[in-house]
């Protein structure tokens, strides 16, 4: 079950001046930054609010590490703005299957490692009304690190 | 000082087909319809998560009435998909002021009605890296009255 907003993934040309972007015009902090290869992006989170299941939601602010990875291209084709938005659940391998066996289409076989040790996954922006929908479980360990 | 993420306004084509959408893939329900014709939309609110702040997070999502509104001149361009970002705050009044002082161009001399007898502002998405940014207050009568 889906019990959160997780957070809004926002693509952008450089992160460091979108940081501070957020940092100077809201007083938004970063909670946590890192790169993921895999997916190749460089990444900060900014905590904005904790959530009602125990969770909390935060903006992704994504770089492309490389012009052909899923971000850069989508950076170029659209420029700056709302990637994707995020669902949090504590069993995304769940609702993944149940999801698939509604006919949206899951991007990925098995949850990938997303955000902080997390298990993500991705719904096809075309059969969820052109929006990209991640999945997102969160890792524990590092949650309770953080708090 | 915004303290949680208000909702994330979704335009679609068919208010009824992207509900049904939502409440049949996540189990989302709507919470509240409106039609503001100041904004020349119809929409629904589904409830996802309380905030820490005393709030809630939303998903927003909306029907143009007509196709020369803003959202519907949106939607010919873009197609569906994620429309807006709204921060929650106790004081939209007070945080526009300030974020116009620095610079960033707030779209409306005072706030306006927003859904559920809120008051909201937005930003100019040119000024904030893409991202067309609405801040909300919300109505606390009719936030009672729902919960």
Redesign the interface.
Known sequence: ?????DH?G?A?FDLDK?VE?YR?????EVFHTEVNEEQGVREAMLK??????GGA?Y?QLLEPTREDSAVGKWLAKN????HH?A?GTADVDGDAEA?RA?G?RVLYDQPRIGSMGSRITFLH?KD????LTELVTGNPEQSTAHH
Chains 1, 2 share one sequence.
Do not use: Q
């Not at 079950?1 to 907003?5: E, G, K, S, V």
């Not at 420029?79 to 709302?82: L, N, P, R, S, T």
């Not at 969820?128 to 929006?131: E, F, K, N």
């Open positions: 079950m889906l019990t959160r907003i809004i926002i952008c979108t972007f100077a015009t809201y007083g938004f904005i609010n904790e959530t009602s299941d939601s903006l420029g700056e703005g709302v938005i669902f999801i509604k949206v922006p969820c009304h052109g929006v």
